[in-house]
């Protein structure tokens, strides 16, 4: 069967993570190589790194990042923000990232899509999808890009349709009206793309306790939820999350931290 | 130092796959060259692909003679998702020929309502323990997916692990020297790494 995922995000800022984080122990807060491995310790599914960058020198620093975390976690791993080409593409899965994320660059070109699937395959592919409710529209949600700041004239339904027949391999779906809130996902939108899309589906957005996990897995459909201050700030851990989603009957993964004589 | 051949046909992240052997101890080498990966103790095929793509690039270059040849040497062979493929007779993708070291074939899955194609996540692996590479991994351990096709040996001894998505399939083949994973073991965390150390060390 299937495992539901918890994909934890970073957010990276000139070779840091923007959140704070309160681990046990010493740890060196703030280094995204050290956070990552102390997730994947945790048994966390995936992760996905954003560049919040805006330089040159940023962006050098990031790459940065993604290969020494390439070095230290054995799952796969995704990584956005400032991608707009396939060359940046190429450069970001060569870092030694499974698969690349774009949101606004694909709403301004969406062939951008295509040209990532054909060439490096869809499953490397992921849309990020950025929406707000707004009855005027057809599906009752809009798609707006730059960080939630513009509205453009897309329905978030039918943008989501074309991403995946473009190629998009997997799409998240993350709700501006509901991120911050930590009151639960967007439930609504959340079940209406799980149900008409064949590519996975993960939520983003309003996370504050377990069981807005659950409900999003189940009510909503999603096929992964992604989390990042509920554990960032120590406030759950991820067996925490998973005990509590087993104990729900949803089903996720469970492995040993280590079994190799290596570490 | 045990030395790992990792072929490289342009195929995925292969990457990935050199970083797990390194960091397990043993001496990963990428090449493309068949003279070099000869010189090499054990062989990995990794990487994701099309049949058809990959098929053209084993034929064109010669590393499809190379496999053939390094498999009757009897040294021991990894197959990484498309490598668990391509060791088949033939693939329902675009009817490829494959290189036919194990009988059988592959099919894709079946288009029913609610199953998603590609299979991609995590799922238990059920094994038998038949095979070294599958020592002290726990039973039905979860492990990274990503296909649309599996395999389908025609004999039952071929098989060596097993897994459900809309259907049970073949997720591990063994036959003689070689092995093959239809999941990624480098990302499949803890699981995934002790098949490659098996593969490095007790294959």
Request: charged share 20%; net charge negative; hydrophobic share 40%.
């Amino acid at each position: 069967m299937l495992l539901k995922r918890i994909i934890v995000c970073l957010d990276v800022r000139n070779g840091k993570t923007t959140k704070g984080i309160r681990f046990k122990g010493n740890v060196d807060i703030g280094d995204p190589v050290v956070m990552a491995r102390h997730y994947y310790e945790e048994g966390v599914d995936e992760l996905v790194f954003y560049d919040i960058t805006a330089s040159a020198e940023g962006r050098r620093l990031f790459l940065d990042v993604v290969e020494r975390v390439a070095l230290q976690i054995f799952i796969p791993f995704c990584v956005g923000g400032g991608i707009g080409s396939v060359q940046d593409m190429r450069d970001t899965l060569m870092a030694g990232a499974e698969k690349v994320s774009i949101n606004s660059q694909a709403v301004k070109n969406p062939r951008i899509i295509q040209e990532g699937a054909s060439r490096f395959g869809s499953q490397c592919i992921v849309l990020g999808m950025d929406a707000l409710r707004d009855p005027s529209m057809p599906s009752g949600y809009r798609v707006v890009i730059n960080g939630g700041r513009t509205p453009t004239e897309r329905d978030a339904l039918q943008w989501a349709l074309e991403a995946e027949k473009l190629g998009a391999g997997e799409i998240v779906v993350n709700s501006i009206d509901a991120d911050g809130t930590k009151e639960g996902y967007e439930l609504t939108l959340t079940r209406m793309l799980s149900e008409s899309l064949q590519i996975p589906v993960v939520a983003s957005g309003g996370a504050g306790k377990p069981e807005h996990l659950a409900e999003v897995l189940l009510e909503g459909k999603a096929d992964a939820a992604l989390i990042a201050s509920m554990v960032h700030y120590g406030e759950y851990t991820i067996p925490q999350i998973k005990e509590y989603l087993t104990a729900q009957g949803i089903p996720v993964r469970f492995s040993p931290s280590s079994l190799t004589n290596r570490c | 130092m045990v030395t790992i051949g990792i072929m490289d046909y342009k195929a995925g992240n292969i990457r990935s796959v050199l970083t797990a052997v390194q960091y397990l101890g043993a001496k990963g080498i990428i090449s493309d060259d068949p003279a070099v990966l000869k010189r090499c103790d054990k062989l990995i095929i990794p990487g994701d692909g099309e049949a058809q793509a990959v098929m053209e690039v084993l034929t064109g270059s010669g590393l499809g003679e190379f496999l053939r040849e390094y498999f009757q040497s009897g040294r021991p062979i990894l197959g990484i998702c498309i490598g668990c493929q391509i060791v088949l007779e033939r693939s329902e993708e675009r009817s490829t020929p494959c290189l036919g070291f194990i009988p059988g074939e592959v099919v894709r899955f079946p288009r029913q309502p609610g199953l998603k194609v590609p299979h991609m996540g995590w799922n238990q692996v059920h094994h038998d323990q038949s095979h070294p590479i599958f020592e002290g991994v726990p039973e039905d351990s979860p492990c990274y997916f990503v296909h649309s096709y599996y395999p389908v040996p025609r004999y039952r001894e071929n098989e060596a692990a097993w897994t459900e998505y809309g259907v049970s399939f073949v997720s591990a083949l063994k036959k003689d020297n070689l092995v093959a994973l239809q999941f990624h073991p480098e990302k499949s965390a803890a699981p995934g790494l002790k098949m490659i150390e098996n593969f490095i060390f007790h294959c």
